[in-house]
């Protein structure tokens, strides 16, 4: 996997959000919460989980993604995972 910057990290997961969700694509704020924001349910944040760690070609333990509340939690998991695979 190629290097990304966060940006480009923000970009693609919004872009996996508006799949799951069946909208066009939104460019998400670092705040909004995944389920009360942007309308994720239980279902939407397993199918998210699942396409992230395709996306990515990473692995976040099931711990750290009942961590994650918020587009910027989940964008530092992110970075914080491929970092440490450099």
Request: hydrophobic residues 40%.
């Amino acid at each position: 996997m190629t290097t990304q910057n966060r940006e480009e990290i923000k970009q693609e997961i919004s872009g996996i959000i508006s799949e799951i969700l069946e909208e066009d694509f939104v460019l998400f704020e670092d705040d909004a919460r995944l389920l009360e924001d942007i309308g994720l349910d239980s279902m939407g944040f397993l199918e998210l989980a699942i396409q992230i760690q395709r996306s990515f070609e990473t692995l976040i333990q099931s711990d750290e993604w009942r961590q994650i509340k918020t587009m910027k939690d989940l964008l530092d998991v992110i970075e914080s995972k491929l970092n440490s695979n450099e």
